[in-house]
């Protein structure tokens, strides 16, 4: 019964330890995705600290940005880093306008354009695979409202 109680303890051990290690993953993967986004806001800032040396204005309101369906973006995590990146900042207290871009591609098989949500969807019409993307794996600023 010792023995057996034993045993029961160590696989109880090793889900938990599994557990962690899984959550780990989850919180390297978190890390990786918030960094990611965390160096996209640097650089809107950079254009945007450099539009205000070049057009004279006192600081940003709103910007709008387009972000493809395709672009990689994790537009939740783009919002809670901007907000952080933007203090002391020429766009410190502004807005961020997301305008979402479908991802567009054509299909080599069947000489189609079809709007896709993954780079590696399927053809809605032939099912083919061979998709060359054509659009929506961008972001840029459109738009800024300046005072």
């Given at each position: 019964m010792?023995?057996?109680?034993?045993?029961?303890?160590?696989?109880?051990?090793?889900?938990?330890?599994?557990?962690?290690?899984?959550?780990?993953?989850?919180?390297?993967?978190?890390?990786?995705?918030?960094?990611?986004?965390?160096?996209?806001?640097?650089?809107?800032?950079?254009?945007?600290?450099?539009?205000?040396?070049?057009?004279?204005?006192?600081?940003?309101?709103?910007?709008?940005?387009?972000?493809?369906?395709?672009?990689?973006?994790?537009?939740?995590?783009?919002?809670f880093?901007?907000?952080?990146?933007?203090?002391?900042t020429?766009?410190?207290?502004?807005?961020?306008?997301?305008?979402?871009?479908?991802?567009?591609?054509?299909?080599?098989?069947?000489a189609?354009?079809?709007?896709?949500?993954?780079?590696?969807?399927?053809?809605?019409?032939?099912?083919?695979?061979?998709?060359?993307?054509?659009?929506?794996?961008?972001?840029?600023?459109?738009?800024?409202?300046?005072?």
């Amino acid at each position: 019964m010792n023995k057996m109680s034993l045993c029961l303890s160590s696989r109880n051990w090793q889900s938990q330890l599994k557990s962690r290690r899984s959550l780990w993953l989850q919180v390297e993967e978190l890390r990786g995705i918030i960094m990611h986004e965390m160096s996209l806001c640097e650089g809107i800032v950079q254009v945007l600290e450099n539009e205000r040396s070049r057009q004279s204005f006192e600081r940003v309101n709103k910007v709008f940005l387009e972000i493809g369906a395709l672009a990689g973006v994790e537009i939740e995590a783009l919002k809670f880093c901007y907000e952080v990146v933007c203090q002391d900042t020429v766009a410190k207290g502004s807005t961020l306008e997301i305008i979402e871009i479908p991802g567009k591609a054509w299909c080599m098989q069947c000489a189609k354009e079809l709007q896709v949500e993954a780079r590696y969807s399927a053809c809605d019409y032939c099912g083919g695979y061979q998709l060359q993307v054509t659009g929506g794996d961008e972001m840029k600023i459109k738009e800024l409202e300046v005072a």
